[in-house]
């Protein structure tokens, strides 16, 4: 699952210390991953920017609190992510003036964008993160959608690998009491097989 | 399958602006204490339990150095980490997967050594921290960039911060010098 493989740990020591070189490689690093992310939940090409760009900007603000896996700050980027776009509103709000002064793309959806939209998005997923609580959702995401095991979610989110499990168990049962659709089944039953 | 990506032009302007709003950021105040991180995770086989690996800084801001040390030498380094051990087994949490990577210690320790792992890597986190920039080059980090540069024909240069400049000059794709080596 993690092609990084923990080898970019000093690009993290470096960046996190105001290296501003080491912090632009690991957004080439993580960029399109986590872009993936919001669009998956958002499934709107600006917002998934805005989310992924205000995700980028926390990890600088939160650098202190970060929690690496493997290494890597991509689970707690993706986690942060993940309630960037429960909260999108508030995100922009902080970093108001950086995002307008960027450039966005043309809202209109592409053929890969429609591709995409076909193929890993999944219509109910926002309403289902919404459903759960901040750290829940957290969870839920890296675990159901990104591949990682509950004990590395663990790390990223800062609770113990038997909480993580606990807190799946309760999630996966409360999902598909009340989101039982068949895409989101394959994503439970992809994790409870794990 | 398809790939959906941020327009290239927010990309870059976005980039560059995150690389200037880190690069121009004021020191912000030093919390008292130093939250301990967790780094990598590994199974240990023989305990089935979840561990951690340290040596691998979390806390950019882990505070001044000791009184009496202005720089720190392979000896403030190594005795440092040799109290932080002793603090560890004093806790009853012992290290375990101990390696030496570039001469920067790593160790892990086991989920439940969190509280134990706070507590003793409070006085060496400065000096850990300072060791592992110091010590950035000889990171496997560093060593995949300058592979990744000798590969294009560009001569590594000889410190971190010029091959973090030649990377970005180069215009490589660093997600690409990152993946596993797939010849063998």
Redesign the interface.
């Known amino acids: 699952m993690a092609a990084i493989d923990g080898a970019e740990r000093a690009l993290w020591q470096r960046g996190a210390t105001g290296d501003g070189g080491a912090f632009g490689l690991i957004f080439d690093l993580h960029g399109d991953r986590v872009f993936r992310h919001a669009y998956r939940i958002l499934r709107d090409v600006q917002d998934a920017e805005d989310a992924s760009a205000v995700a980028f900007l926390e990890l600088w603000r939160r650098r202190r609190d970060v929690r690496l896996v493997d290494g890597s700050p991509l689970p707690w980027l993706l986690a942060t992510t993940t309630n960037t776009c429960r909260n999108l509103d508030r995100g922009r709000r902080r970093y108001r003036s950086m995002l307008d002064s960027l450039p966005h793309a043309v809202p209109a959806p592409s053929a890969e964008d429609i591709a995409l939209d076909g193929q890993v998005v999944d219509s109910d997923l926002a309403a289902a993160l919404a459903m759960l609580s901040r750290p829940d959702a957290e969870l839920f995401a890296l675990v159901a959608l990104e591949g990682y095991t509950a004990a590395d979610a663990a790390v990223a989110i800062g609770v113990s690998p038997g909480a993580a499990r606990t807190r799946m168990h309760r999630i996966r049962a409360r999902l598909q009491e009340r989101l039982g659709h068949r895409t989101l089944a394959g994503y439970l039953a992809k994790e409870a097989a794990t | ?7 290239p ?3 870059t ?3 560059a ?9 004021r020191p912000r105040r030093r ?1 008292g204490l130093v ?1 301990g ?5 590994l ?1 240990l086989a023989a305990s089935g339990g ?1 561990a ?1 690996v340290g040596g ?6 882990a505070g001044p150095l000791p009184d009496g040390v202005d720089v720190v030498t392979q000896q403030v380094y190594d005795d440092a980490y040799a109290k932080f051990e002793a603090c560890m087994n004093e806790g009853g949490a012992s290290l375990a997967a101990k390696r030496d990577v570039g001469g920067v210690h790593e160790f892990s320790y086991l ?2 050594a969190q509280p134990v792992y706070d507590k003793c890597y409070v006085d060496f986190a400065p000096i850990d ?1 300072r060791w ?2 110091a010590h ?1 080059y000889e ?4 060593i ?1 960039l300058r592979e990744c540069l000798t590969g294009t024909g560009i001569e590594p240069g000889e410190d ?2 010029t091959v ?2 030649q ?2 000059d180069s215009g490589l794709d ?2 690409e010098c ?3 080596s797939t010849n063998g």
Request: net charge negative.
């Open positions: 399958m398809n790939t959906v990506r941020m327009s032009e927010f990309a302007a976005f980039r602006r995150l690389v200037e709003h880190v690069a121009t950021a919390r939250a991180g967790v780094a990598l995770t199974t979840l951690a691998a800084f979390t806390n950019p801001e989920a439940e921290f592992q920039v950035s990171s496997e980090t560093f995949r971190a911060d973090l400049a990377v970005k660093v997600q990152f993946e596993p």
